[in-house]
Each structure stands twice: as C-alpha cells, then as structure tokens.
C-alpha cells in the first residue's frame, strides 16, 4: 500500500550507545505527536536488538542496512534474515549504491536478498540510481530501468507490492547536491510509468518511491509537495534529531 515514508540510513555511524541515544532521543521528539508518514531509521546490526527494545516500533520501524544472500549456515561475519527479524526489525535496505560499489553487489546477488527478505515477511527498501556520468548523458531512466529489470521486476505482482522503492542519484549522496524537486520527481514519476508497464497502473499507484540524497530540513518539504515523491531516504540528516524531526514534520 502507497504510504508516505521517512526513512533514515544511519550508515556506519554511531557507537551502541551513541545509536542508542539517538534513537531514544528521536523516540521521545515523536511521542504524542501524530504523524503524516511511517517513519524508519536504518542503524547498524549491532545496534538492531537494543534499539528496537528502547524505542516504540509502532511508531518508528527498524531496518537493517543490509542482509547476507544466505538463509544460515557456514557465512563466517554474515547476518541473516532471520537474525534481523529476530531483533524486532521490520525493513531492509537493499542495493544502495554504496554496497552496489564497494561491496560488488550485483543484481544477482540482490535477488538472492530481496527473496529472503520478502520470505521473512520483512519490507525490502529497495535502492536504485546512476552515477554522475550516467545523469550527464541524460541516460539516468534507461540506467534506472535495467536496474530494476534485473531485480525487483522479477517479483510476482503480489511480491512487488511488498517492497519499497528508493531512488537515490549517487551523485546527490553525502554531496550536498540534491537532485532539483523537478529532476527528483520526473525520474520517481518514470519509475511509477515503468512499474505501471510491468505490473498495471493499479500497483504503480500503489508504490512507494522515496527520494534520496542530500534530502535535508530545508528542501524536504518542496521534494515532498511533488505528486510521485512518497518520502524520503536519508542518510546525513538523519543523524541528528532535530534534522530529522523537521524532514519527518515535512509531510
Ligand atoms: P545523504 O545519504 O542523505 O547523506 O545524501 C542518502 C543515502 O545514501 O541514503
């Protein structure tokens, strides 16, 4: 179901107890006050279980930044699926470009982790997005395409509709250059035509595509007033709460 979602990537950041106080802080800014959209925050594993118990998870779900492409078994310093869920997180962020390139994720491997995500019943935020040389060619929907061609489109309709989607252009990671509102929403609005190609209008209407990307308090409202924007992924500002907080009351 189309829902409006404010989703954090804490990356590697924040000891246990640094990650702790963040998201008690955060739980707390939240607590009595009603919220237009769901709101995620992506910690380290190691903070998953001890986050998840101090904070109200029907208000803020938890999501792991990552799976291992293997249900268990002899995966020496891999997480499973199941461990995550364990912990009490509900999300997984899949194929963000920073495992996509430092850590050689290819779209089979992807595939093996949207699949195991999806057979724990936990929620795949799914990223995609082209580089800089890609936006320059003006080549970014034909990049964003095969993207997903390779992965998510391979979902039954019914798998599909369990996933959400995140457009994140490299070159607005952590750069301070966000998309403008008009090249952030014309390429969600090409994602919803091509999801609407594969899968029918109906379930395109019903995606939730979030932006990503030097998505900040300041031009969050704009990124989200546009009619294919669902939310949000955000990695820097969702560090601090007061930061956060303002992206989550932009909605
Ligand atoms: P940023 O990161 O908000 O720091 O640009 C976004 C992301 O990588 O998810």
Not at 17 to 32: I, P, S, V
Not at 101 to 123: D, H, M, P, Q
């Amino acid at each position: 179901m189309r829902k409006n979602i404010v989703a954090g990537n804490w990356k590697m950041n924040k000891t246990l107890q640094e990650g702790l106080a963040l998201a008690t802080e955060l739980n707390a800014a939240l607590a009595g006050s009603e919220l237009n959209c769901d709101v995620v925050i992506g910690t380290p594993y190691i903070h998953l279980a001890s986050v998840s118990a101090a904070i109200d998870t029907t208000k803020i779900g938890v999501a792991a930044q990552n799976c291992a492409n293997k249900a268990s078994g002899a995966y020496t310093g891999e997480i499973s699926v199941s461990m995550i869920k364990s912990t009490g997180a509900k999300y997984v962020i899949l194929g963000h470009s920073e495992r996509r390139e430092y850590y050689a994720e290819t779209s089979a491997i992807l595939n093996e982790k949207v699949a195991l995500t999806l057979a724990e019943g936990l929620t795949p935020i799914y990223c995609c997005g082209e580089a800089l040389e890609v936006r320059n060619a003006n080549q970014q929907n034909a990049y964003v395409k095969n993207q997903l061609e390779e992965t998510v489109f391979n979902l039954s309709a019914d798998d599909f509709q369990k996933i959400v989607i995140a457009y994140e252009p490299i070159w607005a990671i952590g750069t301070g250059v966000t998309a403008s509102t008009e090249q952030a929403q014309d390429t969600l609005a090409y994602i919803r035509t091509i999801i609407a190609e594969k899968f029918g209008q109906e379930i395109a209407e019903g995606t939730s595509i979030l932006y990503g990307g030097s998505c900040n308090a300041k031009n969050a409202a704009e990124l989200f007033s546009q009619p294919d924007i669902d939310g949000g992924l955000i990695g820097g500002a969702s560090l601090k709460v007061e930061d956060f907080k303002a992206i989550i009351d932009a909605f």
